[in-house]
């Protein structure tokens, strides 16, 4: 009897601790896509930051500055492997810089590919509450973790979509903020376009993106991994390799022109947190991006 009621007790105790357990208000499906709602709808209210991007690929390390700008973000190579630019290279990115300024031509090609790069984050994050399943996995720091695999109803019409669709992972969703906190996911199977005549994406491909409250209404990208395999006309096979680290975000007045942006770039203490801030220099590495079609905002 001792061993039955101790039984009984043991199961009536872990009972109550999972009935005491948070719960989630509402199904996966839904939380996905009233996350994906502030995320598109943070386009017209967000803020503008300047902060520092650490970029690493196979042939270097490139630290820049980036102001961001009602004509798209304005970017000036501060560090090169660590090191700071020649006098040769810092004449060539002053240089640069003043020809976009002076150029109405070389403006518009800017703001163009600005403008598409947000129509690509948008159209991607509108694909993750219809392309994909979800399922509550647990809390993590006031986040719930999800799972998700492609949804079997779901027909992909774009190369973007199915891309994505041959994706599975794991999404991390601020319970509070209802916003993106982290995504993982890895490619499960072979991508073929035109058959396979005119390209492939292989398996085994993943990326990996951090995001990072930075105000009340703010979330930024704070890292991101791509790492992918991609055959092209059946003639070449390469690997797609990003990853950005960034940090140091301080906000810059809403609105501001290209000319303000590179104004607030050439102030001193911009070079000196750099300096002092960045990755390469021993400081704490700190929003969505479009590799291959891998899109997030900034």
Known sequence: MRRLWLTLGILMLTQCAVCTRPQPAMPAGQLVRE?????????????????????????????????????????????????????????????????????????????????????????????????????????????????????????AHSIEARIFHAMSGTIWLDARAKRLARLEGRVDDNVDFGFGILGRLYKGGWFRLVRTQVSATDWKTESLEVHMNIRALLVKTFARETSEVRGGFVPVPAGIHLAQGLALLNQSQVQAEIQTRSPSHGGAGSDLIAPVALAVRP
């Open 35 to 155: 996350v994906v709602y502030n995320e598109l709808n943070d386009h017209e209210s967000h803020g503008y930051w300047r902060y520092w991007v650490e970029r690493h690929t196979r042939a270097e390390t490139r630290l820049e500055e980036q102001v961001e700008t009602i004509d798209g973000p304005i970017t000036r190579l501060a560090l090169s492997d660590g090191h700071p630019l020649t006098t040769e290279a810092q004449r060539e990115e002053q240089d640069r810089l003043q020809h976009l300024l002076e150029s109405p031509e070389e403006q518009a090609r800017h703001l163009k590919q600005y403008v598409e790069d947000e129509e690509r984050i948008g159209r991607v994050l509108a694909l993750l509450p219809e392309a994909f399943v979800y399922e509550y996995d647990g809390e993590e720091n006031g986040r719930y973790r999800l799972q998700f695999h492609p949804n079997p109803d779901y027909a």
